[in-house]
């Protein structure tokens, strides 16, 4: 046997030209996924703003889209709040 269950010699980590690289490319994903939370934040509350306030039931969903939104974005910016 060649290398270990884990890729390396006798089971070690394997070596770094064949390790993932998916932490740097995560990264970018969780940048780019910030930069679209805030796109449609800005674009939900344009279209409240658009709705008429007759409009009640289309009004508290956009509300409550809004909301989550804001959530998720704050709890994705994590501890530095970037």
């Known amino acids: 046997m ?7 010699p006798a089971g070690g980590p ?3 030209a064949e390790r993932s690289d998916w932490t740097d490319q995560d990264l970018l994903t969780r940048d780019e996924a910030g930069g679209r939370i805030r796109a449609e934040i800005a674009e939900t ?4 703003d658009r709705t008429d306030p007759s409009r009640a039931e289309e ?4 509300e ?5 939104l804001r959530a998720h974005a704050a709890a ?6 970037a």
């Open 64 to 68: 409550r889209r809004l909301r989550a």
């Open 45 to 48: 509350q344009a279209r409240l």
């Open 14 to 16: 394997p070596p770094e």
């Open 2 to 8: 060649t290398g270990g269950p884990a890729g390396g």
């Open 59 to 62: 009004r508290a969903a956009l």
């Open 76 to 81: 994705s910016a994590g501890p530095s709040g």
